[in-house]
């Protein structure tokens, strides 16, 4: 280990204080110029630019207390408050630089933006963040491989080790070949997962699950990501999102139907919501559901397209969001949602055909990366559900577009699980490959420049680990509160997972841009993740932004 002095928690604590005293100097005007958040259209680069520096603050301030937490259990050391020093000097830096062009608009002085790092703070951030300090930092990432052995506590570290072992074992070892073949998911992996419980994390224990909590969850999430993003770390979002939908809203009868068999992994999940020609602005869902009768049954006839609808081949249900009141101006309130039954297909295409005439008709769109789930369009004609498919029967009318927030909430905790996963996949790749690699006759590792890169892919992980970790700590708390903290998590660990498989790859070279190395598929698979579960900008702004800039 280098012998470079690190800085501490207390230089942590000094650096943290500074840039939360600047993100609340900065909130408060924001919230003036924005009107509390009702203007936030009318200001919308100033607003991505305070909610994205909000919550690089929010990150410092978990990452400071987790630490503290290890500090004060005798569980951490200097290198981790070091680590945690540097990644907060880090942050510093990024928050400020972000927020310097906005100081007009603000109607700030130089002077008010500058009054929380006076020069012995920019000092400290100087040392903090040093050359020597990073290249240390880096120096250490390849001497343990990237390891992750943050400290956690009994329970929570079996359950990280419990999956770690089945990703390398059982999905790391197939994960290139289902990428480059376009393959789907195979069904041992499903089968393996259920009989280890992983579906069934989320659903209460009186209905068949375990009910772990939301970290537990996190933690599958992030491991089975690191072995394979598409193969693996996303195959219990979808069950999760339709269990809380269903544990919000749905019948007690529906609770004991699906539920159980949700969490023995025997019914697969498809979330249908976009539409080829809405997004984002889930509130104007066309795909209309009426009331009708086939063959004496009462229930609802669905017709429309919807797309992006990731795993919708293999799915035994779609859960699909109609709007069931023809007015469009009801918006939000005319949506319903609906679990629609279907066969499983194993293919890039499929059609289900029903006695009545009804048809569902899905075609998986080619992607560059996150192969193995296969999103698909998929059009609905005349396509019969039973009336007891309604979540939450007649109660549930109008219900739908909340039952689905809720879900999604808990969707973007996860993505940013799989965030975390894909750039700690690529950190150990990367400090594997420049351990291995000679150059100029000794290892790459021994340079500078990558010592300085290895460490600040590190640094970068550190805050957005800790971030997502308390999102899923808070969501077991409150739900609905967290949920904003949730979209914080998933912005943040998603942009770190896009930057640092692309340093990953470069310290690759030429081998990085090539198949035979895990690094080009992390960063193929990387840039879906500030897309799905609330494109970035969406997510900034009509999430994060309203949440912060409220009156």
């Known amino acids: 280990m280098s012998e470079t002095p690190l800085p501490t928690l207390a230089d ?132 343990t491989r990237g390891a992750n052995h943050l400290p956690l506590d009994e329970m929570h570290e079996q359950i990280r080790e419990s999956v770690r072992e089945f990703g390398d074992a059982e999905v790391y070892p197939h994960a290139e070949r289902i990428h480059r073949h376009d393959e789907l998911v195979p069904e041992e992996f499903i089968t393996k997962m259920a009989e280890l419980g992983y579906f069934g994390m989320a659903v209460p224990e009186e209905y068949g699950g375990f009910e772990m909590g939301n970290l537990a969850m996190i933690l599958t999430t992030e491991e089975l990501s690191r072995a394979s993003l598409a193969a693996a770390g996303s195959l ?44 984002s602005d889930v509130a104007s869902v066309r795909c209309r559901a009426e009331r009708g009768t086939v063959d004496g049954s ?45 066969d499983a297909f194993d293919g890039h295409s499929f ?60 969707g973007r905790l996860q993505t940013g699980g799989r965030g975390c996963g894909l750039a700690q996949a690529a950190l150990e790749k990367t400090a594997e490959y420049v351990v291995d690699r000679n150059q100029f006759g000794q290892p790459i590792s021994d340079f500078q420049l990558t010592q300085y890169i290895l460490g600040r892919m590190a640094l970068r992980l550190a805050p957005a680990r800790a971030l997502t970790y308390a999102a899923a700590l808070a969501m077991d708390e409150d739900e609905r509160k967290a949920a904003p903290l949730a979209a914080q998590a998933k912005l943040l660990a998603c942009d770190v997972a896009v930057v640092v498989t692309q340093e990953g790859q470069l310290l690759h070279g030429g081998w990085g841009y090539a198949e035979e190395y895990p690094i080009s598929r992390y960063v193929v698979d990387a840039t879906v993740l500030p897309i799905f579960e609330g494109v970035k900008p969406i997510l900034e702004l009509r999430v994060i932004a309203r949440a912060l800039l409220a009156a």
């Open 236 to 279: 219990i979002t979808r069950p999760e999102i339709l269990t809380k939908a269903l544990v919000g809203g749905g019948t007690e009868e529906q609770k004991k139907s699906w539920l159980p068999r949700i969490a023995a992994g025997e019914v697969m999940v498809g979330i249908a919501v976009t539409e080829p020609d809405i997004g």
């Open 12 to 143: 942590a604590r000094v650096l943290l204080e500074a840039c939360e005293a600047l993100c609340e100097t900065v909130l408060e005007r924001a919230r003036e110029v924005t009107q509390g958040g009702r203007a936030i259209d009318d200001h919308q680069v100033l607003s991505e630019r305070v909610t994205y520096a909000a919550t690089e603050a929010h990150a410092a301030r978990e990452l400071v207390g987790q630490t503290a937490a290890l500090v004060e259990e005798g569980r951490a050391d200097s290198w981790l408050e070091g680590v945690t020093a540097a990644a907060i000097a880090e942050l510093a830096r990024s928050l400020r630089d972000r927020l310097a062009p906005a100081i007009d608009d603000l109607g700030l002085t130089e002077e008010a933006f500058d009054a929380p790092f006076g020069a012995e703070v920019r000092a400290l951030l100087r040392r903090a963040a040093s050359e020597e300090v990073v290249r240390a930092i880096g120096r250490r990432v390849a001497e």
């Open 298 to 342: 009462e229930g609802w006839v669905i017709n429309g397209p919807k797309a992006w609808c990731t795993f919708a081949g293999r799915a035994n249900v779609l859960a699909v969001l109609c709007r069931t009141d023809p007015d469009l101006s009801k918006a939000a309130k005319g949506l319903s949602l609906f679990i629609v039954e279907k």
């Open 351 to 410: 059609e289900m055909k029903q006695p009545g005439g009804g048809r569902l008709v899905g075609k998986a769109d080619a992607t560059p990366g996150y192969r193995g789930m296969h999103s698909f369009t998929l059009n609905f004609e005349d396509y019969f559900v039973p009336a007891e498919n309604l979540v939450g029967l007649d109660a549930g009318l109008g219900r739908g577009f909340y039952l689905q927030m809720a879900g999604f909430a808990a």
